[in-house]
């Protein structure tokens, strides 16, 4: 070995094995205190999650030096504390809404559409002339309601969020603490706030000079709010891995700030200042979305460093709107869109040059198109576990339909938007304006609708497997430096350790596994032995709700589904469209169905679990010498040893000897 090489070798092992950025690692801290309180206060701590920060934080500090130690140290620390206590100042303010009726007054910000009523978010609370923080989500009959109209009701309002299961985290991220039901409304004004006006103009246009379902789906492109959208296509689409064309998010803002900037390219750098604030209003039209948001400051970073001569950091950039939109509003981390939207800049910073330069060395053609597989790969691999843990499924067609439907999703939402803006301002010739892009949607809607999306992947938990997919995600990208042998072995023992935390999570191979599901969709619990699954049915869950709820944990037949609702007959009508074997229910109803089974009893015995009914909404089982009451009503308990109600929901229990753990 040469001097030169020698030179080079010795300061190559001197290198970080992963650089300090400070703006990413008092993101991270941002992210971690924020999520570590919500763990505490809703889900309960696991040592896994405190592996990948910590893996982090070991990586980054070579060279050894005491102040590289303190500046990542007091980084992450400050920041998570910083964290922590605003979502616990949010969450206090939070859970002081209490229930109250009277007249209620607001301003309504959004609205969702479905079988002749509506379901209206209200911001600018007031009850009986006092002022509320917050919002409401209120369900009235009739679908004349429109965003930025100001509305009284009378009706009763009850707290939001019992637990962050089903719509809790929705609800805590978008701060509605109220939910209330009326069957009319006075209109009693208009907002004075531009961007409801105008997302009421949009609206109004689409509605009149639309089909029902085109104009769903146009203003789902246009404002990210699916509400509207029929339902079916929505859950196609969400299967079919295209949720993102209708989240306004990189894809939208990128093009309209692109579109800008060309626009205007004969005055040199300033046009970067105009394509950012039209990037501002657009954010603002569709309610600063964490998407939205994250997608104008990245572009505002990158208009910023071009305008002053700079080289553009895309992972300052993605640190800077993650540091930003947290410390303004740390509830975002708890919306799916922030941990989507973030997860997916991630895949791209960690592996979309890696898959470039592979597909470069193979001399893949068209260039275009493997550039677009590299982001596009590089996203889903590391937004696998949170689409896991977040919708319950994988879609498995994502890549063909993304190929498909993507590249022309530019000249569609461009075409959409002008043509929007001209027949709100023209409307004598909406008619026409709207003609090219019905026409475009309407041929979207039928080639997506002519396709199979039921393929995913379901039916399982990764738990501590998502913060191993993670950690893998990280050694074995470009960021992390290190031999190919290095890497070979980390893989290797990653892949092992997945394997173990996903059987771990999912199998059963002694005692009792119990699981509870319970929100304002309807409440559950899942039993899992070795030999046996029985699903516990309460009142009012719906069988998109059992569905989303077996996705995320069993995906298989079950042996049985047991009835706890005074309503037998509406919830043996839900449960007869599930994968079981036999129906359970304390009393006996006539049903009409022929090709279901029945056992109608006070007790019965299931895969090594004796059930006794203490009424038609209420039971008790043994397992494991442990006797549990299911009250999925929330009554005061028996006195046995285990008792379980939805206010429990996203909990998990285990029995094994006589022995309870959780």
């Given at each position: 070995m040469t001097e030169h090489e020698r030179e080079k070798s010795l300061k190559a092992q001197k290198k970080a094995d992963l650089n300090f950025r400070p703006l990413l690692f008092c993101a991270l801290g941002l992210m971690f205190g924020v999520s570590l309180y919500g763990k505490i206060a809703f889900g309960g701590v696991k040592p896994s999650d405190f592996l990948l920060l910590g893996l982090i934080f070991l990586l980054v500090l070579r060279p050894f030096s005491f102040k590289r130690f303190a500046a990542v140290a007091l980084s992450l620390t400050l920041f998570a504390g910083i964290g922590a206590l605003s979502v616990f100042f949010y969450h206090r303010d939070f859970?002081?809404?209490?229930?109250?009726?009277?007249?209620?007054?607001?301003?309504?910000?959004?609205?969702?559409?479905?079988?002749?009523?509506?379901?209206?978010?209200?911001?600018?609370?007031?009850?009986?002339?006092?002022?509320?923080?917050?919002?409401?989500?209120?369900?009235?009959?009739?679908?004349?309601?429109?965003?930025?109209?100001?509305?009284?009701?009378?009706?009763?309002?009850?707290?939001?969020?019992?637990?962050?299961?089903?719509?809790?985290?929705?609800?805590?991220?978008?701060?509605?603490?109220?939910?209330?039901r009326a069957e009319s409304f006075t209109k009693i004004g208009e907002s004075k706030n531009v961007f409801l006006r105008l997302n009421r103009a949009l609206w109004r246009a689409l509605e009149e000079n639309m089909d029902a379902d085109d104009a769903g789906i146009a203003y789902a492109l246009l404002t990210g709010d699916t509400g509207s959208m029929d339902s079916s296509f929505q859950e196609n689409v969400n299967r079919g891995g295209l949720a993102h064309i209708f989240a306004v998010s990189g894809m939208h803002i990128g093009v309209l700030f692109s579109a800008v900037c060309l626009l205007l390219r004969?005055?040199?750098?300033?046009?970067?200042?105009?394509?950012?604030?039209?990037?501002?209003?657009?954010?603002?039209?569709?309610?600063?979305?964490?998407?939205?948001?994250?997608?104008?400051?990245?572009?505002?970073?990158?208009?910023?460093?071009?305008?002053?001569?700079?080289?553009?950091?895309?992972?300052?950039?993605?640190?800077?709107?993650?540091?930003?939109?947290?410390?303004?509003?740390?509830?975002?981390?708890?919306?799916?869109?922030?941990?989507?939207?973030?997860?997916?800049?991630?895949?791209?910073?960690?592996?979309?040059?890696?898959?470039?330069?592979?597909?470069?060395?193979?001399?893949?053609?068209?260039?275009?198109?493997?550039?677009?597989?590299?982001?596009?790969?590089?996203?889903?691999?590391?937004?696998?576990?949170?689409?896991?843990?977040?919708?319950?499924?994988?879609?498995?067609?994502?890549?063909?339909?993304?190929?498909?439907?993507?590249?022309?999703?530019?000249?569609?939402?461009?075409?959409?938007?002008?043509?929007?803006?001209?027949?709100?301002?023209?409307?004598?010739?909406a008619p026409f304006f709207f003609a090219l892009p019905s026409g475009m949607l309407s041929v979207f809607s039928f080639c997506f609708a002519a396709v199979d999306s039921s393929f995913v992947l379901k039916g399982f938990s990764l738990g501590a497997g998502a913060i191993v997919w993670l950690l893998g995600c990280l050694l074995l990208s470009e960021r992390v430096r290190g031999s190919l042998r290095g890497k070979a072995i980390a893989a290797a023992c990653l892949v092992c350790l997945f394997s173990a935390a996903m059987v771990m999570e999912n199998a059963v191979f002694s005692g009792c596994k119990i699981e509870v599901r319970g929100d304002g969709d309807g409440s559950a619990v899942l039993i899992s032995t070795r030999d046996a699954r029985v699903l516990l049915l309460g009142e009012d869950m719906s069988l998109?709700?059992?569905?989303?709820?077996?996705?995320?944990?069993?995906?298989?037949?079950?042996?049985?589904?047991?009835?706890?609702?005074?309503?037998?007959?509406?919830?043996?009508?839900?449960?007869?469209?599930?994968?079981?074997?036999?129906?359970?229910?304390?009393?006996?109803?006539?049903?009409?169905?022929?090709?279901?089974?029945?056992?109608?009893?006070?007790?019965?015995?299931?895969?090594?679990?004796?059930?006794?009914?203490?009424?038609?909404?209420?039971?008790?089982?043994?397992?494991?010498?442990?006797?549990?009451?299911?009250?999925?009503?929330?009554?005061?308990?028996?006195?046995?040893?285990?008792?379980?109600?939805?206010?429990?929901?996203?909990?998990?229990?285990?029995?094994?000897?006589?022995?309870?753990?959780?």
């Open positions: 859970s002081a809404a209490e229930a109250r009726e009277g007249a209620l007054t607001g301003t309504v910000q959004s609205v969702s559409r479905k079988g002749g009523f509506s379901l209206a978010v209200l911001t600018d609370l007031s009850a009986d002339g006092e002022e509320l923080s917050g919002k409401c989500y209120l369900y009235l009959s009739g679908e004349n309601v429109l965003p930025a109209d100001v509305i009284s009701v009378t009706a009763k309002l009850a707290p939001a969020v019992q637990t962050l299961d089903g719509d809790g985290e929705y609800f805590f991220s978008q701060n509605i603490r109220y939910r209330a004969p005055i040199g750098k300033y046009r970067y200042l105009p394509a950012a604030a039209v990037a501002f209003c657009y954010s603002a039209f569709c309610g600063f979305t964490a998407s939205s948001v994250r997608a104008f400051l990245m572009c505002s970073c990158f208009g910023a460093t071009k305008f002053f001569g700079e080289k553009h950091d895309y992972v300052n950039s993605v640190s800077l709107a993650a540091l930003l939109i947290l410390l303004f509003s740390p509830r975002q981390w708890f919306s799916w869109g922030f941990r989507l939207t973030f997860g997916a800049c991630a895949g791209l910073g960690l592996f979309a040059g890696s898959f470039s330069r592979l597909f470069s060395k193979l001399n893949l053609r068209p260039r275009s198109l493997f550039g677009y597989l590299s982001g596009f790969f590089g996203v889903q691999l590391f937004i696998f576990p949170l689409q896991i843990e977040l919708a319950g499924y994988f879609p498995v067609w994502g890549i063909v339909f993304n190929l498909l439907f993507v590249p022309v999703l530019p000249v569609l939402f461009l075409g959409l938007l002008i043509c929007s803006a001209l027949g709100v301002l023209i409307p004598p010739a998109k709700a059992c569905n989303d709820f077996l996705g995320r944990t069993y995906a298989g037949e079950l042996d049985g589904v047991v009835i706890l609702s005074e309503n037998s007959l509406s919830a043996i009508n839900q449960a007869a469209f599930l994968p079981a074997k036999r129906i359970y229910a304390a009393r006996e109803v006539e049903t009409g169905l022929l090709h279901t089974a029945f056992s109608f009893g006070e007790s019965f015995s299931l895969g090594g679990m004796n059930f006794r009914f203490f009424g038609a909404d209420r039971l008790v089982f043994s397992a494991e010498g442990v006797a549990v009451e299911v009250d999925l009503g929330g009554e005061s308990p028996m006195g046995l040893d285990l008792f379980l109600t939805k206010a429990q929901a996203g909990l998990k229990f285990f029995l094994k000897s006589g022995k309870i753990y959780s």
